[in-house]
């Protein structure tokens, strides 16, 4: 979302901002624990009221409003209603720490990390709303390691204001206790720590992949099951020479459709037919149903700078096929049944790529994205030639944007600004709403001044941390905003406090400052996804073959990251679409091309995901050099 102020009380209600970092500055209301005073490490000591509260806007029209949705919640990625902790801010998928945000270290529990949870310390609270659809929570909870076997606490549960659940003394040395209890009915969740009765000192206390199990009020709830993929004859070249696994909705099958060197964008056709870009060969392939599930391949286009994104367009009773290349996007008119490319009319010529004089051959996103509205205006994303340089938005032919054109080419403006790689471009259903998919920036430089490590240097500012770097920036799933800009190579998305309607961070290289961009002007990102998921293909999810809970979605497959301790994406998600026109929790939908995600082993990587006129999902795999077909049945 961005921050230009809005009529509609849809965007304020989901994601109403939260006022993070107010302390509660009050005389210290607890005594020292005993033997305090002869500890001159202890962090504690004189230190005053370091109690955290965290609110948000009280008008009622602005109130945050849960977007759980059928099955498995992660709690730490929604937001709460309320929120306090006694010792520094509460931390998400981090532990504690101490006084100041962002300054946890993993999750540890019994010497088992965590991705996801909260870092509290007693005592403190967090409160959400539930909508009363879902059935259970369950979370791990304990002491985190970085404490050793210091700390002690109290878990409990409320809701509806009762007390469901209350873990007794858990201290450093506690085995970690699994909770789960019945939410069923209710309509809101209170996480309570208590410090045990003995004062604060070391109460480290994480809830642990906090989970919300929740049951759909249409459709029922999504699940995924394993499924072995089917192959068909012919196609089972490596990696289907022996059986493969995904993870799909239960009640659907997939299967190999074709198999293609290099698969990338796909655009389905009128007639059944399935256009499939290969950006390594020059080619765009023409996929043909065939006998036993096997789709037939052949060339329709060849002789192409790079071709990527493709488009079908109709203008009066022409269709056009608008085609993506790194250098320029071309349109030829097609008719359904066409197995060959048309006459080609250039419409935008020039764009920046490796061949432009000033990149001296070096172009890291070369690869261009395209997109067309109801009123004929064709969308085009100029990715970064950088991972963060300011030279791609200071060039002449502004980098990191997306523009606008007419249909015939003509009319270029700048739309937006500051977004590094957005990949997939498409509209949501019934609209001119333009919202993309982010590739984020590689290797950022901690933006803080503290101790991330927690070594003893003190000061971790401007260093590059794999454990941060892991985490940071996230990818970026935005509504595009005309004139807006998303803030790179000068601020970055936090996701420390949750992934919807993040705040940013000034980049430590390019904007330690803050005199490049002030980063609160920059447009809000509507909702980040993990970072280095690499998110590629975007579309909706229509067809009568579409899950009830996830008609009209938003789909991306996530291709993977190559820099990440160990290997995140490579699995296809969906955000159920709401009512208001934006994007619900992040599901996951299709997973399993990771067989060893701390090894980095993997055997295929999605890229992009479309329906088909039925609503069967057809995903294309540039490492596997495959296209699969999701479809109902078994």
Known sequence: MTDAPRSDTHSKRWFAPLLLGALTLAACSQPAPQGQASDPANPY????????????DPAPENMNVQTLNPGSNNLSLEPWTAASSGWGPIERDRSNGEKNAGDGRTLTLAGKTYAKGFGVHASSSMTFNLAAKCTTFTSDIGIDDEVGSKGSAVFQVFADGNKIYDSGKLTGSSAVKSLKVDVSGKKELRLVVTDAGDGLSYDHADWAAPTLNCSGQTG??????????????????????????????????????????????????PNGDLLVSQPSTGKVMLVKPGANGAGAVSTFAQGLKN????????????????????NRVTRSVYQSGDTTRKSVQTVVDNLP????????????????????????????????????????????????AI????????????????????????FAPGSND???????????????????????????????????????????????????????PYCNPNPDAGLSNMPFDRDVENNADGSKLDCSKADRVTKGIQ????????????????????????????????????????????????????????????????????????????????????????????????????????
């Open 220 to 269: 029922g709830p999504l699940t995924l099951k394993t499924v072995t993929v089917k192959v068909p004859a012919g196609l089972n070249a490596a990696p289907f020479d022996q059986a493969r696994q995904l993870k799909v909705p239960t009640g659907y099958a997939v299967s190999v459709y074709a198999r293609i060197d290099k698969a990338r964008f796909m655009q389905p056709l």
């Open 45 to 56: 000591l004189n230190a005053g009221d370091q109690s955290w509260t965290a609110l948000i």
């Open 403 to 426: 523009y606008q054109y007419n249909a015939d080419g003509s009319g270029r403006r700048l739309f937006a600004q500051g977004i590094r790689n957005a990949e997939g471009l498409a």
């Open 353 to 400: 790529d490796a061949s432009t004089a000033e990149l001296k051959g070096s172009y890291a996103h070369g690869l261009k994205n395209i997109a067309l509205d109801s009123n004929h205006k064709l969308y085009v994303s100029v990715a970064s030639a950088t991972n963060q340089s300011p030279s791609d938005v200071t060039a002449a032919f502004k980098r990191a």
């Open 531 to 634: 970072a280095h998921s690499a998110p590629l293909g975007l579309s909706f999810w229509q067809g009568s073959n579409a899950p009830a809970s996830l008609k009209g979605a938003a789909l991306a497959a996530l291709h993977g990251c190559w820099n990440c301790s160990a290997f995140v994406g490579h699995k296809v998600i969906a955000f159920p679409w709401t009512a208001g026109g934006l994007p619900g929790q992040e599901q996951e939908l299709v997973s399993g091309w990771v067989t060893n995600a701390a090894s980095k082993i993997r055997w295929g990587r999605p890229v992009d995901v479309v329906p088909d006129a039925s609503g069967n999902l057809l995903i294309s795999d540039d490492f596997a050099n495959a296209v699969y077909k999701l479809t109902p049945g078994n």
């Open 307 to 326: 071709p990527h994104d493709i488009v079908l367009h109709t203008i009066g009773t022409t269709t056009y096929l608008y085609l993506a290349e790194s």
């Open 434 to 488: 333009l919202w993309v998919v982010v590739n984020n920036r590689d290797n950022i430089a901690y933006p803080f001044h503290n101790d991330w490590q927690n070594d003893g240097t003190g000061d971790d500012f401007g260093k590059v941390i794999q454990s941060y770097v892991d985490n940071h920036p996230p990818e970026e799933f935005i509504k595009v905003r005309d004139g807006g800009n998303s803030g790179w």
